[in-house]
């Protein structure tokens, strides 16, 4: 996803660009986990929030087929 930094609502605010040094290291902290394990959950889940946010929590184990972008 390419980041439009003027877009601060909606769909921006739920979707990790871990391309972008601020965004890998504010989701980071925000999950409380290094910016390695927040890319590694990308990878599995998808740029959404909230998958990626239950995948940390365990919640989700397998990458599965529909990482949505």
């Not at 996803?1 to 601020?22: E, F, H, P, T």
């Amino acid at each position: 996803m390419s980041d439009d930094l003027k877009n601060r609502g909606g769909a921006d605010r739920q979707r990790i660009d871990v391309n972008q040094d601020y965004e890998l290291r504010d989701w980071s902290k925000k999950f409380g986990v290094t910016p390695e394990r927040l890319k590694e959950a990308v990878q599995a889940v998808g740029d959404r929030a909230e998958r990626v946010q239950e995948y940390l929590k365990g919640g989700e184990r397998s990458g599965g087929s529909s990482k949505e972008r």
